[in-house]
């Protein structure tokens, strides 16, 4: 069974940063991208950014490209999302979430990935 867990979110304020954390377990993820995804209330859940297990491909949504970088630690299995030059309207849950690289559709759509974390709140005071 997979899980996936993350960490680090608070509260800081605007212009600060903050890096969160994905603790994936319950199988072997080179087979997976890894992705980070956020909810604001009254909004939809929205693409963060996303990372495959092998190799350095990487993928970001245009509202977080030069301020988020996604990486990770196999030895670890770890993902994380630091964040830098925070606004306040990067206030959200912060989910991570895992798909297998085979599976087909856009890592921008939630459709395309089987695994969620619970989720970590970020809020970014102005």
């Known amino acids: 069974q997979v899980q996936l867990v993350e960490s680090g979110g608070g509260l800081v304020q605007a212009a600060g940063s903050l890096r969160l954390s994905c603790a994936a377990s319950g199988r072997t993820f080179s087979s997976y991208v890894m992705g980070w995804f956020r909810q604001a209330p009254g909004k939809e859940r929205e693409f963060v950014a996303a990372?495959?297990?092998?190799?350095?491909?990487?993928y970001y949504a245009d509202s977080v490209k030069g301020r988020f970088t996604i990486s990770r630690d196999n030895a670890k299995n770890t993902v994380y999302l630091q964040m830098i030059s925070l606004k306040p309207e990067d206030t959200a849950v912060y989910y991570c979430a895992a798909t297998f690289v085979g599976v087909g559709g856009t890592y921008s759509s939630t459709m395309r990935w089987q695994y969620w974390g619970q989720g970590t709140q970020v809020t970014v005071s102005s």
């Open positions: 990372i495959k297990w092998l190799g350095d491909s990487t």
